[in-house]
């Protein structure tokens, strides 16, 4: 009896057995990006966020140390076929993604795997920057930032931060004369072009090259000799000459960051991600804040350029994989996630959406927040105009190498102004040529 028992428990656990839903394993893909340090594990935060949101879908996120290096490694493991699903690409390597064949555009992603974006949700300031001549977005804006004003409340004594560059020069006399040995503090290595050069550009609303930045054909040619950008370099090479002007570089051992977080220098030029260093590292009982960028007076102001990263989704991938990369795409979208992101970052939110609901929680009424969105104003300040929407340039990060390069000779009194921009151009042509050549038979999207 008790064996006839057995077997009748034992049928009866194997039909259960049967009859409970099989639990599959998650979809895994790979996500690469380029941060590291603290902006690292931020974005590992993101990825346990969504993992831990369902059970469908698993990301592995792995940081490849650098945007170059995430670049890089992605090539090369694409030419291998064991290419991530995600890839977080930086600005200037937009194009090289829209001219590949390796990536599955982000409006076309979310549309097959049956998700309705508001793409029009995203600032035009910010998606300009990732979409096609028709306005359809390649890929998804990430980590976002633009160039503002950092100013020292104390040390400058005014309620409101210099609106032009005369007021601004006005106000580096007055702090030399009171005895402050760093009026303003920038950088002019190659990555600083980004604020010096590129932001200037943009507010202003001159071109840096022919055929509107690039965005209306590969035999764009580099301008940015014989525009305002001229006497720009020659202001701050003649405040630098003068005093009113320090080259802070972290390669030299200095930084102008820190520089002017620990009140050493009063303004500087630096972008809204950091923020967030600058509060906590200011010197205790410091009043400061952020602006605009200055414009020359009676310039019209237009909207700043975007910087930062976007997500690409790479092709050969299988359909589940794509459902998994459109799942986390449209998770970090939603507003809840803009506020977690501008919160342990100092990024700022990329939709609309995004930035009211920051808004209605009290965000930017907080004091280590209050400022942030003067980087949304800054990047609304106008429609973007075919200048002031982005840059399509191949090449442009040695560009940005070739632009540093001239500052650098030209503040070492080794050639002048007009010389050493003039040089810049003529060695970024043949970098623009060259990608041309790479490429000639391709057309923009």
């Known amino acids: 009896m008790r064996s006839a028992c057995l077997t009748t428990a034992i049928a009866l656990g194997m039909l259960a057995g049967l009859a409970a839903p099989a639990f599959a394993d998650p979809v895994k893909i790979d996500f690469w990006y380029g941060n590291s340090g603290d902006i690292s594990k931020r974005v590992q935060e993101v990825c346990q966020h969504f993992n831990a949101s369902q ?14 290096a995430a670049v890089q490694n992605t090539i090369a493991a694409y030419r291998a076929g064991k290419q991530p699903t995600i890839v977080q690409v930086f600005d200037v390597g937009t194009l090289d993604l829209m001219l590949s064949d390796a990536y599955y555009p982000a409006y076309k992603l979310m549309d097959d795997n049956g998700y309705k974006i508001d793409w029009g949700n995203y600032f035009h300031g910010i998606a300009a920057y990732y979409a096609d001549s028709k306005g359809k977005m390649y890929s998804f804006p990430f980590n976002s930032s633009t160039a503002l004003l950092y100013w020292n409340q104390d040390s400058i004594g005014k309620s409101e931060a210099p609106k032009t560059w005369e007021e601004a020069e006005a106000d580096m006399k007055a702090l030399k004369a009171a005895g402050y040995d760093c009026p303003l503090a920038i950088d002019i290595s190659a990555d600083e072009s980004w604020q010096l050069m590129e932001q200037f550009s943009a507010i202003h609303d001159q071109p840096i090259a022919t ?12 301008v940015f000799n014989k525009t305002l ?121 990329v939709t609309k959406t995004g930035y009211d609901y920051m808004v209605k929680n009290g965000f930017y009424d907080k004091p280590p927040y209050k400022g942030r969105e003067i980087a949304i104003m800054s990047l609304t300040a106008s429609d973007p105009t075919p200048i002031t929407r982005g840059i399509r340039l191949g090449g442009f990060l040695q560009i940005r190498g070739e632009v540093g390069n001239s500052l650098q000779a030209i503040f070492a009194d080794k050639v002048t102004v007009q010389q050493g921009l003039d040089d810049a151009v003529a060695r970024g042509d043949q970098i623009l040529r060259r990608f041309q050549a790479t490429y000639k038979d391709k057309q923009l999207p």
């Open 211 to 222: 055929k509107n930045n690039g965005y209306d054909g590969l035999d764009a040619e580099l």
């Open 229 to 349: 950008f001229v006497k720009y370099v020659g202001d701050l090479k003649r405040w630098y000459d003068t005093g009113l002007l320090k080259i802070k570089s972290p390669q030299s051992g200095e930084d102008y960051v820190a520089a002017f977080a620990s009140g050493e220098c009063q303004m500087t030029l630096t972008s809204v991600g950091d923020h967030g260093t600058i509060t906590r590292t200011a010197k205790p009982d410091m009043h400061w804040s952020v602006a605009m960028l200055p414009v020359y007076d009676g310039t019209q102001r237009k909207n700043s350029l975007v910087g930062g990263a976007s997500l690409w989704v790479l092709a050969g991938k299988s359909k589940d994989e794509y459902k998994a990369a459109a799942a986390f795409l449209n998770f970090i979208a939603q507003p809840e996630q803009a506020l977690f992101w501008s919160t342990v970052t100092g990024y700022i939110p």
């Open 55 to 68: 059970k469908d879908y698993e990301v592995d996120c792995t940081s490849q140390g650098s945007y170059y």
